[in-house]
């Protein structure tokens, strides 16, 4: 009777030791899905996960070629073009693209949007989309805020110590779902 508790007990523990490693095993390629209420989805690229040494996720971003070239305000962007809106990828590379599960926010930057009329020219600092990431079981999800692009197009409005991560908490505005063209964003 001994043995079979103390095999359980034993069974217990390495299942213990094992949830951890399954819950952050963010090796390999995932998609980047920006969709809607309505149940629109476009897969826009991937993210590529790696080791990262020290309990830290390494990342690359590949956009896919859903994201059309544009050229506006004399600037290169990756965009989605829908009915409406148009989205430009605008990632920041302030630090290493490292995560971990207590800290996306390099991935965040890294996921952040300027958002357009479908046939706009030019691009509004004032219209940053951002999505907050969380980790929800095998999947990252995003809940979309409004931002201020200022701190990333004119860094130097900001003291130096300040600029590797500019936006604070009041920076962000909830972000109406109603007037947003793709309010999630799921890395699946």
Known sequence: MKTRSWRITLLWI???????????????????VLSNAAGERHTIGQVIFSDGDQGKTAFRIEMAETMQDYFLAMRPFLCLTGPVQRLCWFPVHNEPAL??????????????????????????????????????GDRIAGTLFEVDMAPFIA??????????????????????????WLPLLSIE
Request: proline share 8%; glycine share 6%.
């Open 14 to 32: 390495m299942g213990m030791i094992a949830l951890p490693a399954l819950a952050g095993d963010w090796n390999g390629a995932r998609n980047i």
């Open 99 to 136: 995560i971990s599960k207590d800290d996306l926010l390099p991935l965040e930057y890294a996921l952040m949007f300027m958002r357009t009329r479908a046939k706009d020219l030019h691009v509004n600092p004032f219209n940053g989309l951002y999505y907050r990431l969380r980790v929800e």
């Open 155 to 180: 860094p130097d409005v900001l003291p130096v110590e300040q600029r590797q991560r500019p936006l604070k908490a009041k920076d962000f505005y909830d972000a109406d779902p109603g007037s947003n």
